[in-house]
């Protein structure tokens, strides 16, 4: 099902098939609103963007197939609203080929998790390289938790692949600026904090060619099992708390100062 193969010396080009999961996200750029429950966020008039980490999941597998490293990138996601958007979007930036899995919705990232697992045993692959984390989670654990129900190594907040035959270097980054240089054995799962470059930018009318073109592929998310991890138990707006003055000179700052009794 994994299986890597070995690159010739001679050969321009490794025989290797990228997984990258996708995954939508609320634009924190909108109004975000409370449901009645008070559980989860109102999603009727919530826009949905491709998590920022995955973006650069996609285009660090892109990147490697541009480099000959990869043949092959087959990008997947969960079915719900505008996935097929979000699914030919990725193919118009290089990705060869999009699933959509249909099914049982996941609940918690060990679902999301365990459905990917699923899609990425039936499909196969070499290598998966997933966002490091998500706004909406709780635990940023896709990548590791996605590697143990396969049974495969796995590397998180990763900085920078290169495919060394059956192996990848990557770079690992640690709090304070530091890092590490790691090499795995392939198949493997990568949790990517960031690509090489900024994810490239897919028009919309190279978006619309594709869907003209080309077709997504359907698979199953299959058995989630109970799935684990925290659940909410609100969920509320941040309370205001207090208001800011604006001043307009160092003197009203230093009139304050004198009020506090600082000075």
């Known amino acids: 099902m994994f299986s890597t193969k070995q690159q010739n010396k001679n050969s321009k080009e490794v025989e290797m098939k990228i997984i990258v ?3 939508q996200v609320p634009d924190l750029v909108e109004d975000l609103e409370v449901d009645g429950s008070g559980k989860a966020l109102d999603t009727d008039d919530i826009k949905f963007k491709l998590n920022e980490y995955d973006d650069h999941a996609l285009e660090e597998a892109l990147l490697l197939k541009e480099e000959g490293a990869a043949t092959e990138v087959v990008v997947m996601a969960i079915d719900g609203d505008e996935t097929d958007k979000m699914l030919y979007t990725a193919l118009a930036k290089g990705a060869d080929k999009a699933i959509k899995l249909t099914g049982d919705t996941p609940h918690d990232t060990h679902q999301l998790a365990q459905a990917f697992a699923n899609a990425a045993k039936t499909e196969g692959c070499d290598l998966i390289l997933a966002g490091v984390q998500s706004v909406d989670d709780r635990d940023g654990q896709l990548g590791p938790v996605l590697a143990t129900y396969l049974g495969l190594p796995c590397i998180s ?8 035959g059956s192996s990848v270097l990557v770079n690992k980054e640690y709090a304070g600026g530091m890092v590490a240089e790691f090499e795995m054995d392939l198949p493997g799962v ?3 904090q960031a ?13 619309r060619q594709v869907q003209d073109s080309m077709s997504l592929a359907t698979g199953s998310t299959g058995d989630l099992g109970a799935g684990a991890g925290s659940e909410i138990a609100s969920m509320a707006p941040p309370e205001k708390s207090g208001s800011a ?12 100062l004198k009020e506090k009794g600082v000075i």
């Open 157 to 164: 907040a990763v900085a920078g692949v290169k495919v060394q």
């Open 245 to 256: 003055t604006m001043l307009d000179s160092a003197g009203d700052l230093l009139e304050i």
């Open 21 to 23: 999961p996708l995954k």
């Open 195 to 207: 690509a090489r470059q900024t994810p490239r930018y897919a028009p919309v009318s190279k978006v």
């Open 190 to 192: 990568l949790g990517i």
